[in-house]
């Protein structure tokens, strides 16, 4: 069966400090990667999302960018970190069929202060 | 832009069926209606999704007008862990598999 894994849980940064998030994902092959943003109180908002090893889609222009280094790994970094980037972050992936339905992983809960 | 519309909170009784309205009146041939739901800090679960026709599965049941503008999701005997956020979602069959949330509608059960 397919897992997804997220890492850290949880983390505290100051601001302008760097950042990277590690997402992974087991027992499947070429799947669809996304990261998302709960803010606050706020709904989820697409960041990012890739169909490939180096192919990644931005949604929304911000302080954060991601990549994927191999066909499984999906990371979100920053290289200065703003207040305004708190939130819950999700690592989500899917198959790459029209049906398939993407599945999400534990979350990483960060703090700017 | 999400393409549907939720009422902000619901609130339900232990043992009662929740009904949670959706609202997607501009919805295309070719798209699906979804549901998830997420309780608190916890990524999003997939409930259920459909087409045109009504769903059911061990979690819930989707019921979807006639003229797909609007959809149900049932619980049928809602316990106190059924208390989330549950989140409405139209996607297309074909093209990118991306998931855009609303608001979604706050549904807490009450003892």
């Known amino acids: 069966s397919q897992t997804i894994h997220q890492w850290p849980a949880t983390l505290v940064q100051p601001v302008g400090s760097p950042l990277s998030l590690e997402c992974t994902v087991e027992?499947?092959?070429?799947?669809?990667l996304y990261w998302y943003r709960q803010a606050a109180g706020r709904g989820l908002q697409l960041l990012f999302y890739?169909?490939?090893?180096?192919?990644i889609s931005s949604e929304v222009p911000q302080n954060l960018s991601a990549s994927r280094p191999q066909d499984r790994q999906f990371i979100l970094s920053s290289k200065k970190l703003l207040l305004s980037d708190s939130g819950f972050y999700l690592c989500?992936?899917?198959?790459?069929?029209?049906?398939?339905?993407?599945?999400f992983g534990p979350g990483t809960r960060l703090t700017v202060l | 832009d999400a393409k549907t519309t939720q009422p902000t909170s619901m609130d339900c009784a232990e043992g009662r069926a929740a009904n949670l309205p959706c609202n997607h009146s501009?919805?295309?041939?070719?798209?699906?209606v979804y549901w998830y739901r997420q309780i608190h800090s916890q990524g999003p679960q997939y409930i259920i999704h459909?087409?045109?026709n009504n769903e059911t599965n061990e979690m819930a049941s989707l019921i979807i007008t006639e003229d797909r503008k609007s959809s149900t999701l049932i619980l049928p005997h809602a316990t106190l862990r059924d208390t989330a956020v549950y989140y409405c979602?139209?996607?297309?069959?074909?093209?990118?598999?991306?998931?855009?949330f609303g608001q979604g509608t706050r549904l807490t059960i009450n003892p």
């Open positions: 989500a992936w899917s198959g790459s069929s029209g049906l398939a339905l993407p599945f």
């Open positions: 459909g087409l045109k």
């Open positions: 027992g499947t092959s070429n799947p669809n």
């Open positions: 979602i139209v996607r297309p069959i074909q093209g990118a598999q991306k998931l855009v």
């Open positions: 501009t919805i295309s041939g070719n798209e699906y």
């Open positions: 890739s169909v490939g090893i180096g192919q």
